[in-house]
Nanobody, 123 residues
Framework: VQLQAFGGGLVQAGGSLRLSCAAS????????MRWYRQAPGKQRELVAS???????NYGDSVKGRFAISRDNAKNTVYLQMNVLKPEDTAVYYC??????????????????WGQGTQVTVSS
């Protein structure tokens, strides 16, 4: 199972970016999907999460500006980031709880990580 994130870049304050993260492999189902971020010198923090049923949760610093969504048919989670601020600058990571086949055995894995994608917001 792999998670691959896309969509980071450099944007001016007030601008928008959309991150995507696609899971691949012998996947049976994906439960909760999450976005985390880590700024230089800071701990990794949860940005947003979404359950398989579509319930969402956001960190206080991004509420009202960011929106998480998912496409279950594509095993993909998105993060729409609006009204970006310099303090949003960080490496963003996707994370997911995935049920997958290993041979004929169905296994459940928690907290698979994708590679990070850099988001830089200039003032």
């Amino acid at each position: 199972v792999q998670l691959q994130a896309f969509g980071g870049g450099l944007v001016q304050a007030g601008g928008s970016l959309r991150l995507s993260c696609a899971a691949s492999g012998y996947i049976f189902s994906i439960n909760t999907m999450r976005w985390y971020r880590q700024a230089p010198g800071k701990q990794r923090e949860l940005v947003a999460s979404i359950t398989s049923g579509g319930s969402t949760n956001y960190g206080d610093s991004v509420k009202g500006r960011f929106a998480i969504s998912r496409d279950n048919a594509k095993n993909t989670v998105y993060l729409q980031m609006n009204v970006l601020k310099p303090e949003d600058t960080a490496v963003y990571y996707c994370n997911a709880d995935i049920e997958y086949y290993s041979g004929s055995v169905l296994r459940r894995g928690y907290g698979y990580w994708g590679q990070g994608t850099q988001v830089t917001v200039s003032s």
